[in-house]
């Protein structure tokens, strides 16, 4: 494992910068997750670090040497694709081995069967090791594309949405299993995605991406509670934060210069309305189960909302609604503290 | 009482399972009808082989391959009969028809031309054209479109057009009737064909495994090795038996170009003809022993090239 550091990188596909001086070190053993929308320049980052594309500008460095212009095969990395993961006309056996084989390492036969054998063990894909890749289910193949991966100690582990085409639930159970997998191991890992859930149960930090810049880095909590623009609170939180003007909804009073408000679930207090209190109207609710949606309006403005499952609003429902430590943002998205009991963000999150 | 079954509305029933494997065996058959006659006919005598109406039991007979590995001589009876009583085979065959054997024919030779000249040639065809296809799918080639059109541009004509200049550009150069010289006029023909139909089968391989395995500590010509080849290996086998075919059976350069060390099979059949009557049994024979070579190298890749015919068709 090592220190692996970016430094003003810059990608340009023709004319399109993909990544723009980019900035970034991943301490050695920590789990950085990049999050961004499609087309953000996050896989074009890991795709910079694990060599297969070259940085028109800045330099990056693994365990202290330079390795901007080194061939994929000299860096030491693995790389998890987020799709077409394994080698199809390999058995799961041998695409575990496929990097031991490599003429860069050349592990023998025993200990590859070692190795693999505790690899797959750890991922409970044992029983499927001699099975051709394309016989193996979804789940099972994104097991052993993580698993190739595992089998080496490299510098860093680059993944690329590993988990977006799997179902829910076997999502939640890797996304565990990655997270213990890599505390055990101590691993370095850069992880890309665009799943909020993801980066806040795994990342020691989160990298927010937008159009090839690096937004804001900071702990997921730091990145929750206190997100630099508009464009950080928009990526967390579920239902996604309602952004509204500043002044619609009873408040504790706005910083000077903010012009909106957003609103997380947390930050709204709702109340059947008794006579002429009523600033809102319940649009509709959408039952989850475990929770309800609850769509109100207010003005010309749409809000989404958690409410208890338990609780009797109804579609059509006069409702109150008013604002706690919600976060402001003034003309250009940009977040300015709130006046008075600012929120100070906890570090280490 | 009819009893209903619960059935897949897109799954064929028994009935039309019937139906359409009656038609695809009659179909199969009707084709097969000339092979079968030109197989028949190169164990028929000489006389049974024109009999009106056509024979189709016959007394089984070697005659026909005899005369094709043969060349013999007319004699007169009185020679013959000085001669010590012939070896059961080929000799008494071709007593009977007071002839004797004179040698061998050239049909080995050309046989073994045909076989060098139509497989090295596939083979050059198949090799330039899968590190071709590989160099224009995977890097920016500058003028990729141009260049490919220029290489399909190749196939605008039939190739005889060129026969000419050809002809007197290999006689100056010394490769008229080598078998160097033909090998390199078929790869010519071929690696356009090669080169668009690898072109197809390498895009669709996705260049994440390579990226995977130079990841994994391979070199590019190592991941090429490794990775893609085993997985165009579908398109390599159809490539190579469209090659094969076109080598094999080509007829116009070969009458052109070879008239005696590198001439192939397709030249040297009707040839077989003029020798002496027209001797059908000994044409079919060799046009038997011509088609076993594809047929057996169809059969050997018939596991790629049903999926090679329908690529595009099946997804993986």
Known sequence: MAEVVLSGVTK???????????????????????????????????????????????SIT????????????ARDVAFVFQQYSLYPHLSAYDNLAFPLRSPARRVPEDEIRK?????????????????????????????????????????????????????????????????????????TILYVTHDQ???????????????????????????????????VATRLGQPAINLLPVGLLPDGGAPTGGKTVGARTENLRIAKAANGSANATVDWIEHLGDQNHLHVTVGDHKLVTLADPESDLAKGDRVSLSLVDPLYFDASGKRIAASGKARIPQGNG | MSKTTAHSVVAPTPTARRVSGAIVILYALITMIPLAWIVMTSFKTPPDSIAYPPKVLFEPSLEGYC???????????????????????????????????????????????????????????????????????????????????????????????????????????????????????????????????LKGFIDEIPREYEEAAMIDGYSRLHAFVKVVLPQAATGIAATAIFCLIFAWNEYAFAVLLTSGTAQTMPPFIPFIIGEGGQDWPAVAAATTLFLIPIFVFTILLRKHLLRGITFGAVRK
């Open chain 1, 12 to 58: 340009r596909f023709k004319t399109v910068a993909a990544v723009e001086s980019l900035d970034l070190t991943v301490h050695d053993g920590e789990f950085i997750v990049l999050l961004g929308p499609t087309g953000a320049g996050k896989t074009t980052t890991l795709r910079l670090v694990g060599g297969l594309e070259r940085p028109d500008e800045g």
């Open chain 2, 67 to 197: 005369n094709l590995f043969t060349t013999r001589s007319r004699q007169t009876p009185e020679y013959l009969e000085s001669l010590p009583a012939p070896e059961p085979g080929c000799d008494a065959i071709v007593r009977s028809r007071n002839m004797v054997i004179a040698g061998p024919s050239n049909v080995i030779p050309r046989f073994t031309n045909s076989i060098i000249i139509a497989f090295g040639s596939t083979f050059l065809a198949v090799f330039l054209g899968t590190i071709t296809a590989y160099a224009f799918s995977r890097f920016k080639v500058p003028f990729a479109d141009d260049i490919l059109f220029f290489i399909l541009s190749t196939r605008f004509m039939p190739p005889i057009a060129v026969a000419i200049p050809i002809f007197l550009m290999y006689r100056a150069i010394g490769l008229s009737d080598t078998h160097l010289g033909m090998i390199l006029l078929y790869t010519a023909v071929n690696v356009s064909l090669a080169v668009w139909l």
């Open chain 1, 115 to 187: 190795r693999v054998g505790e690899i797959a063990e750890m991922l409970r894909i044992s029983a499927k090791l001699q099975n051709r890749a394309t016989q193996l289910s979804g789940g099972e193949m994104q097991r052993v594309a993580i698993g190739r991966a595992l089998v080496r100690r490299p510098s860093i582990y680059l993944m690329d949405e590993p988990l977006s085409s799997l179902d829910a639930k076997l999502r939640s159970d890797l996304r565990l299993e990655l997270k213990r997998i890599q505390q055990d191991l101590g691993a």
């Open chain 1, 197 to 231: 859930t993801e980066a806040m149960t795994m990342a020691v930090r989160i990298g927010v991406i937008e159009s090839g810049r690096m937004i804001q880095l900071g702990t997921p909590r730091e990145i929750y509670t206190a997100p630099a623009s508009v464009y």
């Open chain 1, 62 to 73: 693994i365990g202290g040497h330079d390795v901007t212009h080194a061939a994929p095969a």
